[in-house]
């Protein structure tokens, strides 16, 4: 398979709750090739389709027919620390030939915001690229600014919650990337496909602004719903 050397193209800007459903998708089954026709059964909207393939072409998971490459099988093939190891390097691999002169541990928003200008980001893409790196910079382990990662102004409207104690190290949350139950089993029906597709529609989508508590509640909200949906006759060992 055809391994891009470097990074190309519009940095992703999917919704991260849209990135980690996928990934639990291809956990359960990895096609031999990710198109239209594989997300569509999945029942994925064309808009959103768009946002995986830049995500899944920018991380350099598949090669230049779209097929999944031994990055892509390792990723979801993996669980825990070797999860996020896997993850921290396809992050590293991606991010740094644009990120070149930034330092992360002391970086502001400004700065990541415009190095995904400099690579075509424009408007409200800008703010979602942002968002979606933070996020997969969070998963992979990776030590971010704490102008970025610990801000702590609470959300406007949605997800707010009374301000909690500072802690001395807040633990890298990987339930979403650790947990089975967060894979749509095949045996899943289309009513179950649709719920699930109207549920993620209305969540907000991760907010970098967010202070740990309430990026923390985020996820574990989002385990919570994929594994609601989780058919009844799905046994522990399915």
């Known amino acids: 398979m055809v391994q891009r050397p470097v990074a190309k193209g ?10 980690l459903q996928l990934l639990g998708w291809l956990r359960k089954d990895l096609p031999d090739r990710i198109d239209d026709s594989y997300l569509q059964y999945l029942h994925v909207n064309q808009a959103i389709r768009s946002t ?13 027919e779209d097929r999944p ?4 099988s390792a990723l979801v ?15 590293n691999r991606s991010y740094n030939p644009i990120l070149r002169g930034v330092r992360l541990k002391s970086a502001t928003p400004d ?12 408007g409200d893409v800008v703010r979602k690229c942002f968002s979606f790196f933070v996020a997969i910079a969070d998963d992979a382990g990776l030590d971010l600014s704490p102008h970025i990662s610990r801000r702590r102004r609470q959300p406007k409207g949605r997800m707010h919650k009374k301000s909690t104690p500072a802690t001395v190290e807040t633990p890298k949350v990987d339930q979403a990337a ?4 967060l894979v749509l089993p095949d045996t899943a ?12 529609a209305k969540f907000p989508d991760y907010d970098a602004s967010w202070d740990d508590a309430t990026a923390i509640r985020w996820r574990e909200s989002v385990a919570l719903i994929l594994a609601a949906l989780k058919p009844e006759d799905e046994g522990p060992g399915s």
């Open 178 to 181: 650790d947990r089975d139950d």
């Open 189 to 200: 029906t289309k009513a179950a496909s649709s719920s699930l597709a109207l549920i993620l």
């Open 111 to 122: 700065q990541l915001r415009d190095k995904f200008r400099e690579q075509g980001a424009n």
């Open 52 to 64: 995986l393939y830049t995500a899944l072409r920018f991380l350099q998971l598949v090669d230049e």
């Open 69 to 72: 490459n031994e990055s892509l």
């Open 10 to 19: 519009l940095p992703p800007y999917t919704p991260y709750t849209k990135w």
């Open 77 to 91: 093939g993996s669980q825990g620390e070797e999860h996020r190891e896997k993850l921290r390097e396809i992050v």
